[in-house]
Nanobody, 119 residues
């Protein structure tokens, strides 16, 4: 079974930066994409960014994150990263790692890591 573990969250001032990591363990069969979603208190979970596992590395960003967030990966380490720059208070949320499997198909989720942007 696939397990995802996020790290790198914390408290940062507006304009600051954080780098999130998501390490995948267990079976990697049929995983074709990994990425990030976030959920603020009282809000729906929203898409942040995703990247295909294949070396062609197709990427997709939510419009609000373009130019500030960058997704990357290290397939040898089964890890995906999210570099977040110029953070704003509205970026405050729990950030969840996501992996998509072609088998079923289905989604795997991490436990989440808290990102708080506050002065």
């Amino acid at each position: 079974q696939v397990q995802l573990a996020e790290s790198g969250g914390g408290l940062v001032q507006p304009g600051g930066s954080l780098r999130l990591s998501c390490a995948r363990s267990g079976s990697s069969a049929s995983i074709y994409a990994m990425g990030w979603y976030r959920q603020a208190p009282g809000k729906q979970r929203e898409f942040v960014a995703a990247q295909t596992v294949a070396t062609s590395s197709n990427t997709n960003y939510a419009e609000a994150m373009k130019g500030r967030f960058t997704i990357s990966k290290d397939n040898a380490k089964n890890t995906v990263y999210l570099q977040m720059n110029s953070l704003k208070p509205e970026d405050t949320a729990v950030y969840y790692c996501n992996a998509k499997s072609f088998s079923n198909p289905r989604d795997y989720w991490g436990q989440g890591t808290q990102v708080t942007v506050s002065s």
